[in-house]
């Protein structure tokens, strides 16, 4: 089993900043894909970016890369997820999803295993 927890949402105003962490412990060997999805109520989960950890290869939702990133120099087992320049409607709750196989995509994420309890952003104007 794979543990995750994320961390680091808040409110911010539009324009502003914020890095999410997620944490991943127990059977870690399992977790070489990571990803970060949101969803805000009433609609379909997105999303947003993943890592596949053994190599550090990233790909990112097509409306994602501009203002969000996954830093190079996170800790082991841990997916950080930078985003800068913020929108209201960037606000969701975001979660950590991992799976052990790859290919790991950035689609709605049902085929992750793995999911953390969310973080909420807020983005107000």
């Known amino acids: 089993q794979v543990q995750l927890v994320e961390s680091g949402g808040g409110s911010v105003q539009a324009g502003g900043s914020l890095r999410l962490s997620c944490v991943g412990s127990g059977d870690t060997y399992m977790a070489n894909c990571m990803a970060w999805f949101r969803q805000t109520p009433g609609k379909e989960r997105e999303g947003v970016a993943r890592?596949?950890?053994?190599?550090?290869?990233?790909i990112y939702a097509d409306n994602m890369r501009d203002r969000f990133t996954i830093p190079r120099d996170s800790a082991k087992n841990t997916l950080q997820l930078q985003m800068d320049n913020l929108k209201p409607e960037d606000t969701a709750m975001y979660y950590c999803?991992?799976?052990?196989?790859?290919?790991?995509?950035?689609?709605?994420?049902?085929?992750?295993?793995?999911w953390g309890q969310g973080t909420q952003v807020t983005v107000s104007s």
């Open positions: 890592s596949y950890m053994p190599s550090g290869g990233t």
């Open positions: 999803a991992a799976k052990r196989y790859f290919p790991c995509g950035v689609g709605t994420g049902d085929e992750y295993t793995y």
